[in-house]
């Protein structure tokens, strides 16, 4: 999933006046202050007219959200891989050092659910309590009705209609005819992916599972062709271990991340850079036992569904 914001400002206006969901997922709004001029509120008042901006967020492997989105993968491609055929619903929660899988399994293949959901969190990274999560000992339930079929069996068409299904987004060519991804999605997703390639590569031993990105783009609106213009702010947080400092962080960050992945036409000195700009990160999301109340966050993602229809 992917979350995108759109902006939309009257000539030389600088209040934000609307913001709305683009993309598969949920909505977030990015809230700007009256009162205090940031960077962010300096660059918005230069903008000039026709010009609007728009945003992609996207999170690393290690994110909860992400992670829970893996394991659900990791269960229907081990049914498929076994039965082409399977009817697969599969969610996972995930909170603190526990994993849930619930939901219904109509299939030839025989698979082990936990085992699918270990060898999945040991490939992301997360093999010690101190990252967050270990593979090992976590607690894994397994709550899933599976209606298990023999093997010469036909599995029989479907009669109900279901009430869910796969919603997709939409194409672009506003900077590529092949990719066909909007620009600020591909930018954020490729920060995700330059941050885990550092991490399994070990160039930067520091850098955990966890991460989340965000970027957003100026573009040009004349004559009902839209042009990015330059990237109006760049947002990295990543999860790192305790001994390197926030200003190494940034630093390395700006120099092997952003700059490698955004081509150098648009970034400018205008841009503004945001990493870990809620301070340090050390712990998985899916703890929070630094805070004064103890409290710890729930993720809940990953439904699969897959429904194979007969063509004629």
């Known amino acids: 999933f992917f979350f995108f ?3 939309f400002f009257a000539p030389k206006t600088p209040k934000p006046l609307k913001c709305g969901l683009y993309w598969v997922g949920r909505v977030k709004a990015l809230m700007i202050s009256h009162h205090k001029k940031s960077e962010d509120m300096v660059s918005l008042e230069a903008m ?4 609007f901006l728009f945003a992609s967020e996207s999170v690393g492997e290690g994110h909860p959200d992400k992670l829970c989105d893996q394991l659900s993968d990791a269960v229907l491609d081990a049914y498929l891989s076994q039965d082409p055929q399977s009817k697969v619903v599969c969610d996972i929660t995930a909170k603190g050092n526990l994993i849930m899988a619930f939901g219904e399994i109509k299939s030839k293949a025989n698979v082990s659910i936990e085992q699918v959901i270990r060898q999945t969190i040991r490939d992301i990274g997360y093999n010690s309590k101190e990252k967050g999560l270990d593979w090992e000992k ?3 339930i397994v709550n899933v009705d599976i209606q ?11 009669k109900h209609s279901a009430t869910q299904g796969i919603v997709f987004g939409y194409a672009t060519d506003e900077w590529d005819k092949e990719s066909l991804f909007p620009l600020t999605h591909y930018l954020a997703t490729q920060l995700c992916l330059r941050l885990t390639e550092l991490r399994r590569s070990k160039e930067l031993i520091w850098l955990r599972p966890d991460c989340k990105t965000q970027v957003a783009i100026e573009y040009s609106k004349n004559n009902n062709v839209i042009k990015p213009l330059r990237v109006f702010n760049v947002l990295v947080s990543t999860q790192h271990e305790k001994f390197v400092g926030q200003e190494d962080i940034k630093k390395t960050v700006i120099e092997r991340v952003i700059k490698k992945v955004i081509p150098a036409e648009l970034l400018d000195d205008k841009t503004v850079y945001y990493v870990n700009p809620s301070g340090s990160f050390n712990t998985c999301l899916l703890y929070t036992s630094d ?3 103890d409290m710890q966050c729930v993720d809940l993602g990953g439904r699969r569904i897959i429904k194979k229809k007969k063509t004629n």
Do not use: I, N, Y
Not at 148 to 158: G, M, N, Q, T, V
């Open 48 to 51: 000039g007219a026709g010009h």
């Open 148 to 158: 298990r079929l023999k093997p010469d069996a036909d599995h029989e068409e479907e």
């Open 291 to 293: 805070a004064a109340d």
């Open 138 to 140: 976590c607690s894994v």
């Open 5 to 7: 914001f759109f902006f």
